[in-house]
């Protein structure tokens, strides 16, 4: 599970005195050189996860009233994505393929393959080979425009896809 951290807000309080004074001790510290902060909670969290991704919900629901089925949808977003790359991988050095992902959400082969074509003719999805990954043969890529993983991403994404809409 992700980690929950409170967010503040940090405001600067102007001094009128080089000089602040311990109410426990009565010793006087010299803060001529300092700077005084207030902090309060914002009321808003962060929750940092490890694998996080990123979803244009209008997009989305565009996607979904013209001519996404939520099968695909549901296979698109069930794909692990390699960060900045937006690479569909099985492991951490091997790409999915059709047939690792029927074995993921428990498909055929063919009817994953009919699935993917879908997306890829959609322009949600590209099949093929990217230079900068050549070693990996054939790859499945997420169009980053719908779904991205991480916030700097390879210049050869813009080169695959257009925008969706």
Known sequence: MGKITHLYKDTKISISNNEIVDPNSGELFDISNASLMKRTKTGEIAINYQEYFYLDTTKLNLLIKNKIKQVDL???ISISIL??????MSKEDTPHSAATIGLLI??????IKKKLNRLEDSG???HG????RRRYGKVYVVNPHLIKKGHKHGAFLAELFNDIF
Do not use: V
């Open 129 to 132: 080979y990217i230079r900068q």
């Open 74 to 76: 549901a296979l698109l």
């Open 83 to 88: 960060t900045d790359q937006n690479i569909c």
């Open 124 to 126: 949600l999805l590209y």
């Open 106 to 111: 428990n498909n055929s082969k063919q009817a």
